[in-house]
């Protein structure tokens, strides 16, 4: 059954596609990552996925795929899994350029009925995933489900605490509480990271750690690990957020007896 929230964030996706290729050639960033995969996965991340030549790797939401290039080049077979068709065919022909052999596959993450159970060692989901999911637990379940026994599951995200705030370029003011989940109801432009007004639907949900922590844990996966890091703050995001944690990481690892697989 299709999720109409997620119907509406795919449509906006496939419009902004182009524009937000544009802007990822301008900075080149993509044909670096599989000879630099420190240019988008942090030291913990690398730690944990040392030694992934040879393993199936999914990744999930993969949107402009530099993660997906990333582990490619550091010898994983590698599923990219997106629900804008429009950015995994962009990503298929910079594959092609670079000469990675990638599986590209459109689907919705909380419907991955497309791919049998136990079938990945690793899954990794992250960036700016989640927020445009309204089901979590669903997302997280689908996600432990296609994974081994004993696989890792990986979850490298934008930090919550870095949601709430109004725009200002001198001081943070609460616009919404952080425990306020949505969904953000927008009506926007294909811009995406500097959004106008527009005929595009574009809806948000804003997790908290412990909406994370506590979908990993119903989806039958064991937590190895949660780390905060990063600290750059970034023009789009509209605020003065020095001091706050910019990410984090969740690892995890699928349990014997877990639910769905």
């Not at 509406?8 to 802007?23: F, I, L, P």
């Not at 995933?129 to 490298?156: P, T």
């Not at 949900?205 to 190895?224: M, P, Q």
Request: with cysteine; aromatic share 10%; charged share 25%.
């Amino acid at each position: 059954m299709t999720n109409r929230l997620h119907e509406e964030n795919r449509k906006r996706w496939e419009a902004a596609s182009a524009q937000w290729a544009r802007g990822a050639d301008s900075r080149g960033l993509w044909r670096r990552c599989p000879s630099e995969p420190e240019l988008v996965l942090s030291p913990r991340e690398l730690a944990h996925l040392a030694g992934i030549r040879g393993q199936r790797v999914a990744v999930l939401g993969s949107g402009d795929n530099q993660v997906v290039f990333a582990l490619a080049g550091l010898g994983a077979a590698v599923t990219s899994v997106d629900i804008s068709q429009n950015q995994l065919d962009v990503a298929a022909r910079r594959a092609h350029e670079l000469d990675l052999a990638i599986t590209f596959l459109r689907a919705d993450v909380t419907d991955l009925s497309q791919i049998d159970s136990r079938t990945f060692d690793i899954v990794y989901t992250g960036g700016h995933v989640a927020v445009w999911v309204s089901d979590l637990d669903r997302y997280y379940a689908e996600a432990a489900r296609i994974l081994k026994i004993d696989g890792l599951f990986l979850i490298a995200e934008y930090h919550p605490f870095r949601r709430i705030w109004k725009e200002s370029t001198h001081q943070l003011t609460v616009a919404s509480s952080y425990f306020e989940r949505g969904p953000f109801e927008y009506d926007v432009s294909e811009e995406i990271l500097h959004p106008k007004p527009g005929p595009l639907k574009s809806y948000e949900f804003h997790w908290t750690i412990s909406d994370y922590i506590n979908a990993v844990l119903k989806a039958g996966c064991r937590l190895l690990e949660l780390d905060e890091f990063g600290k750059e703050v970034a023009d789009w995001e509209g605020a003065p957020l020095h001091g706050l944690p910019e990410h984090f990481l969740v690892v995890a690892q699928k349990a014997v007896g877990s639910p769905g697989g």
